[in-house]
């Protein structure tokens, strides 16, 4: 049997629509109406994905994303009319595997729901369990990046990109090429949200961000981890 998708939305008629289109895909669908009643069925029902709508009654599709990632690693999809990049950011970096708007084609979100869940249940690289660069420390097992000994307080999606750069210094990426390596899709028009993570990173670890020493753009291309300082 496939795994169960719970939806959260509050626009009935929206529900229904996707419901229809996962039924006939085969998935085993449950609906609710608001952040708390769909909080309250993922914790009690196995569920191996959420569709979660971000602007709703009782609580907001962002808070039950980011209590349902620190509870579960359960799939997770936001649905939002909402398309400024902010509020990409806060969701990705919130927890959520994968973003779409409205208006969206049914089929295509069905298709993102069978990717997350293919990438949840597949195999995760593996990663170093430290990288040195210099003051810069990037820990792979406690996903933390220190600079000169102090934690630099990235965030869980800064640290999936940081770890992409480094594990292969450089080696010169394309935003689509990040999107899918670190935060595991690439669909196009989230390329941008790969520029404010990189601008962000370089504040939280270069000395100078406007003259960056670990991360460097490749004009035409996208982003490398320099070479140069590198440790065996």
Do not use: W
Request: with cysteine; charged share 30%; aromatic share 6%.
């Amino acid at each position: 049997m496939k795994p169960g998708v719970l939806i959260v939305e509050d626009d009935a008629r929206t529900a229904e629509l996707i419901r229809l289109y996962l039924d006939r895909d085969g998935y085993p669908v449950m609906v609710a109406g608001n952040g708390r009643e769909g909080l309250e069925l993922a914790r009690r029902h196995q569920i191996g994905i959420v569709l979660l709508d971000v602007m709703m009654p009782e609580m907001d599709g962002l808070e039950v994303c980011r209590i349902l990632r620190s509870e579960s690693e359960v799939g997770i999809i936001l649905v939002t009319a909402r398309t400024d990049e902010v509020n990409t950011l806060t969701a990705l970096d919130m927890g959520a595997d994968d973003y779409v708007t409205k208006p969206f084609r049914p089929r295509e979100l069905v298709a993102r729901v069978r990717a997350v869940l293919r990438r949840k249940g597949g195999a995760q690289e593996p990663q170093a369990s430290e990288l040195e660069f210099g003051d810069l420390t990037i820990d792979g097992r406690r996903h933390e990046v220190r600079v000169r000994g102090k934690d630099a307080g990235v965030t869980r999606k800064e640290f999936q990109l940081l770890m992409t750069l480094a594990s292969d210094p450089g080696k010169a990426f394309s935003r689509l090429e990040l999107l899918e390596r670190a935060f595991g899709f690439n669909y196009e028009g989230l390329e941008r949200t790969v520029d404010a993570h990189i601008r962000n990173l370089r504040k939280k670890i270069e000395c100078d961000a406007e003259n960056p020493r670990y991360i460097e753009t490749v004009y035409g291309v996208g982003y490398r981890f320099a070479e140069s300082l590198s440790v065996p």
